[in-house]
């Protein structure tokens, strides 16, 4: 996959800019609060209908305007794919080659991406909210099933949250097994699939980090819960666990159990890392979950996805550095960092130098 063109109009600090991208390495340098993250979060928005930074679209528009315009030229291995999404007030519009969707689920897919920064420290240390979402991101974007099951599900849990706030006790318990029926169907295509997914993720990360540590420590991924089996097996496991959590349930007012309550397991050397390990076990860890991820994209879709790293070579010493630039050679990257001079190894690369919002040089160096 390699996006060609990027189209920016009243986001964040963007007035109009458009960037050109090309195969291989693209550098966005310039000085710090130029706008070099904004275009690598442009980037990932466009290919999951979602921002890592913020959880409302309407931060995202530029100060004293009413909507943004993102747009994008790439192409992969079934042609060319144009994508636009335009943000404005209390909404948005989704479109794919010129179509406007109706399912904000069908956006996903189009185009990949895998992003870094050292803001993906939360993956490791903060709490299980952060892994659920790089889960639910990821997975979106190689199943569009999943992404719709997804919706389902918080939409259906919503509901039985809603009725377990109810203060009749006797029509909350005749009520909740028909939410049952249809939290457990959904929450079990969730659990089934994140089960199958970090069991080849962990794979990957494996390897991954080893290259990046030499070897030094090893890292290992699983998932917490018991739900092993095929989706019916899970199904019929998270009906169990509902139905014995109905007096904790009535009590505290919501639903205690399902995917919703999921935490990926991560081990260090054998040591469970969540919370606990240092900064720099933290970083190997996530960037080799996300060089994994890359690799599930690969495999899944045929095709590479575009890697964006933000400011990430700043938190890495000289022999982690070298070896990454090593690992996503064959990648089209797009990368941000104040000087780019740090960076470059005679490898040949896009500079785009950006400053307050504008495009100022660009030019294979």
């Not at 600090?13 to 458009?18: I, K």
């Not at 980037?43 to 994008?72: E, M, N, P, W």
């Not at 639910?136 to 706030?165: C, E, P, V």
């Amino acid at each position: 996959m390699l996006i060609k063109k990027l189209s920016l109009k009243n986001f964040r600090n963007y007035e109009e800019e458009t960037f050109s991208f090309s195969e291989g390495l693209n550098i966005l340098t310039g000085k710090n609060a130029q706008g070099k993250t904004n275009c690598a979060e442009a980037v990932f928005y466009l290919c999951t209908g979602a921002s890592l930074r913020i959880r409302h679209d309407r931060q995202l528009i530029r100060k004293g305007q009413d909507r943004a315009v993102l747009a994008a030229e790439a192409e992969g291995r079934y042609g060319k794919v144009e994508l636009k999404a335009v943000l404005f007030e209390g909404g948005r519009e989704l479109y794919v080659n010129g179509n406007k969707l109706s399912r904000a689920v069908d956006f996903l897919g189009n185009m990949r991406s895998v992003f870094f920064s050292p803001g993906e420290l939360r993956l490791i240390q903060d709490g299980p909210d952060e892994r659920r979402r790089f889960l639910n991101l990821s997975i979106s974007q190689t199943s569009r099933d999943y992404g719709a099951a997804l919706l389902r599900y918080n939409r259906i849990l919503g509901q039985r949250n809603d009725l377990l706030k109810q203060r009749d006790a006797d029509f909350i318990l005749d009520t909740l097994p028909v939410w049952d029926e249809q939290l457990a169907l959904f929450g079990a295509k969730l659990l089934h699939r994140r089960r199958e997914y970090v069991k080849r993720l962990s794979e990957y990360a494996a390897e991954a980090h080893a290259y990046l540590s030499d070897g030094a420590e090893t890292l290992a991924l699983g998932m917490d819960g018991d739900y092993a089996g095929g989706e019916e097996e899970v199904r019929s496991r998270m009906l169990e666990e509902l139905a014995a959590s109905y007096e904790r349930d009535i009590r505290f007012g919501f639903t205690s159990v399902g995917p919703h309550r999921d935490d990926i397991r991560i081990l260090i050397g054998g040591q469970d890392a969540r919370g606990y390990c240092s900064q720099g076990q933290a970083r190997t860890a996530a960037l080799a979950m996300k060089l994994a991820e890359v690799e599930i994209f690969t495999e899944l879709s045929g095709e590479t996805p575009v890697l964006v790293l933000d400011d990430v070579l700043s938190e890495l010493d000289l022999p982690r550095r070298k070896k990454l630039l090593s690992r996503v050679q064959n990648l089209q990257c797009i990368l941000t960092c104040t000087h780019a001079e740090r960076v470059l190894t005679g490898t040949p690369c896009n500079k785009i130098r950006i400053e307050d919002g504008k495009v100022v040089s660009c030019g294979i160096k």
